[in-house]
């Protein structure tokens, strides 16, 4: 994924930033040089302002990001913990409902339907749970912990030019806990990349319109390499681009379960 000028700059001037830490003392510190920092790179003080006022470091974000057990369960458990009979129905149904909607995503992009429901299930329930974290304070505290800190910083100046550019105010930019955004959870780097506006209103907006975030989900799968007419299962072609999309092998997998049973009509 190509990084915008703002996040290259950002990066090689990380040397001059205020020190990462693992406890509240020391954000506000950090927090103000990442602002000099942004405004050096464009960002105005209007956004920051909109953004990034009363922002404070969250633990509640530092402890979902230290228990991820979810991901060391086995490939059974795991899918059978996420595919239950009760979204498969869903997807079975939504597939049928939007019939028309995914002929046409398949047309422009080469992405069958299954593989967006499978997605849209997976990550949101079809858009009923987006998620509820302030995305400007969660990622600033993951900027600020010294885990991954160059990532999120990243992601958080990717955020401020969303904000800047207009396509979403910071008071809408609300999700889970690690800053992704709307019905498939874009982080916002991917948002500014592949982000479509499909229904023709002039907004790309994946929180409320299902259309444009299946669209842009489409576009991820195809800008990162989905061939169309090749398989999706582990071994195929398609199944790295899931590994593109989320880099667990057992989500990928699990993917490939739901896509394949949507794909086969099978409810069980």
């Known amino acids: 994924m190509v990084l915008s000028a703002l996040v290259l700059a950002a990066s090689t001037s990380a040397a001059n930033a205020a020190a990462c830490g693992h406890t509240a003392e020391g954000f506000g510190a950090w927090l103000d040089d990442f602002k000099r920092e942004a405004v050096a790179q464009g960002i105005s003080e209007r956004t920051l302002d909109a953004s990034l006022s009363g922002v404070a470091y969250d633990r509640a974000i530092i402890s979902r990001d230290r228990s991820q057990r979810v991901f060391k369960l086995s490939f059974e458990k795991f899918a059978a913990r996420l595919v239950t009979p009760t979204r498969l129905a869903r997807g079975r149904a939504l597939l049928q409902r939007h019939a028309g909607l995914f002929r046409q995503l398949e047309a422009r992009y080469g992405v069958p339907g299954p593989v967006l429901v499978a997605i849209w299930g997976l990550e949101t329930g079809y858009g009923a749970d987006n998620g509820n974290f302030r995305t400007m304070q969660a990622l600033a505290t993951l900027a600020y912990d010294c885990r991954r800190s160059a990532q999120f910083t ?30 498939t959870q874009f982080m916002p780097s991917s948002y500014l990349k592949y982000a479509v506006d499909f229904d023709g209103d002039g907004r790309r907006d994946l929180i409320r319109s299902g259309p444009d975030a299946l669209a842009s989900t489409a576009n991820f799968l195809r800008g990162n390499g989905w061939r169309t007419g090749v398989g999706w299962e582990e071994g195929e072609p398609n199944f790295a681009v899931f590994l593109e999309w989320n880099k667990a092998q057992v989500y990928a997998r699990t993917i490939v379960y739901f896509a394949t049973k949507l794909s086969a009509g099978d409810e069980r």
Not at 163 to 182: K, Y
């Open 154 to 183: 990243d992601e958080l100046a990717q955020a401020l030019r969303i904000v800047q550019q207009g396509d979403m105010a910071p008071s809408q930019m609300r999700g889970d806990w690690a800053g992704e955004i709307g019905q």
